[in-house]
């Protein structure tokens, strides 16, 4: 499948499409839906699902160099109010900050500061994982180990600086439950591994 191919599919899901087609206008620098509900459209027309079926949440990164919690709390909350009407859990994160709260809201897990909002994809769980498109106005898709882990319904760990076994066997876990089709890799890294 082509990233049009793959632009056209995670469109389907409407909510993936309202963000898509509303995120320009909040002018956001750096700013990417990422992961889950982008992987799992797929995983869905895969497998014959609604295209919203197992979808937690919708994550929208961007990167603003203010760390203060105050500055994202105020995007956090316009964001809000564009997206309301869709009764979706829409997370909206500025990864300039993420290595403020990470270890204390994940454990004793070190996470470097990050440059870009590229640099947070490539600290997921999951090969798989590892998707965003753009909301600058011009869609384009960040899948820096390629697409094929999701066409082929194939997790495995991503030797990340940030990883946690503990962690991807809980993710993995649910979602075995919602795509039993899925092949795990199990999660021999041990925790903190740095790739």
């Not at 909510?15 to 002018?27: E, F, V, Y």
Request: aromatic fraction near 10%; hydrophobic fraction near 40%.
């Amino acid at each position: 499948m082509t990233h049009a191919d793959f632009l056209a599919l995670i469109r389907q899901n409407p909510i993936n499409a309202a963000i898509l087609d509303r995120m320009p206008s909040l002018d956001l620098t750096d700013a990417w839906l990422v992961s889950g509900s982008l992987f799992q459209a797929a995983w869905n027309s895969l497998t014959g699902r609604p295209l919203s079926h197992g979808v937690k949440d919708y994550d929208i990164f961007y990167f603003d160099p203010n760390t203060s919690w105050e500055a994202e709390d105020a995007q956090i909350k316009r964001v809000g109010k564009v997206f309301a009407d869709l009764g979706a859990d829409i997370e909206l994160r500025n990864q300039a900050r993420v290595h403020l709260w990470y270890k204390h809201h994940f454990g004793d897990i070190d996470y470097p500061p990050l440059m870009t909002s590229c640099e947070g994809i490539d600290r997921f769980l999951a090969i798989a994982c590892k998707v965003g498109v753009s909301l600058d106005g011009r869609e384009r898709i960040y899948a820096p180990d390629g697409l094929e882990d999701i066409y082929n319904l194939h997790l495995r760990p991503n030797p990340c600086a940030n990883f946690s076994a503990e962690h991807y066997a809980t993710k993995t876990a649910r979602w075995l439950e919602n795509w039993p089709e899925l092949t795990v890799e199990p999660a021999d890294l041990p925790s903190g591994l740095s790739g």
